[in-house]
């Protein structure tokens, strides 16, 4: 597609129930990112993929965070038995990488999507 | 590990007045660094970037510089708009395990008034 698409937008949960997020990249990005963007927190490193590689989980809050990538393209993001610090909006991005880049190629992020738990 | 701080906002300026919001990093090695701006209601978009040391990003009347000495990309426009209102965000990139993490920073509201 032309851009990032993240469905849904608004997500609004019940504490203890478990939600899935979606991420569609740009396609022939071989990069996906997930990102977690709190009130006065900036934005959070979830995980990311790459490739065929093993995905890097490092800032995943808990294990009840869990992402997995299809096919190298959709990913879901899924957090279960939510609770209420889990409030945020999720952002995924999506990036052309080779392992000669320097950054040269930027980011593009989704729209987001806005997780409350009640 | 990587760390990027940026000037807390919010900052308010008037239309045409100068604007520099300021960015330090720590890093080891060499990052490539990024402003990425969020338009109300919008995502976040790449603003500017810079792969090495003493690099000028560029976009928009935007510029921030690569300074490996003082580890700085402050951000700068000689004359903003109202329509620069937004959150900047200041972020870095650094190959680690594999891995093109982005740090960011916590992020800059900019409200410019007419």
């Known amino acids: 597609g032309a851009g990032v698409s993240q469905s849904p937008s608004n997500k609004v949960t019940e504490k203890g129930k478990d939600v899935e997020l979606r991420c569609d990249p740009i396609?022939?990005?071989?990069?996906l990112y997930w990102y977690r963007q709190s009130l006065g927190q900036g934005l959070e490193f979830l995980i990311y993929?790459?490739?065929?590689?093993?995905?890097?989980k490092s800032g995943l809050p808990s294990d009840r965070f869990s992402a997995e990538r299809t096919g190298g393209s959709v990913s879901t993001l899924t957090i279960q038995r939510t609770q209420q610090e889990d409030s945020a909006v999720y952002l995924c991005a999506s990036s052309w990488v080779s392992w000669s880049d320097r950054g040269e190629y930027g980011y593009t992020f989704g729209s987001g999507t806005r997780l409350t738990v009640v | 590990g990587n760390s990027v701080t940026q000037m807390e906002g919010p900052v308010t300026l008037s239309e045409e007045a100068f604007l520099t919001i300021n960015c330090t990093y720590t890093a080891t090695g060499y990052p490539s660094l990024f402003w990425y701006v969020q338009y109300p209601g919008e995502g976040l978009q790449l603003l500017l970037k810079a792969t090495k040391a003493d690099d000028k990003g560029s976009n928009k009347g935007f510029e921030a510089t690569y300074r490996k000495e003082t580890t700085s990309f402050h951000l700068e426009k000689g004359s903003v708009q109202v329509s620069d209102s937004a959150v900047y965000f200041c972020a870095l990139r650094r190959l680690r395990a594999g891995s093109y993490q982005l740090t960011f920073g916590k992020g800059t509201k900019l409200s410019v008034i007419p």
């Open positions: 396609s022939g990005h071989t990069a």
């Open positions: 993929f790459q490739g065929n590689s093993a995905p890097d």
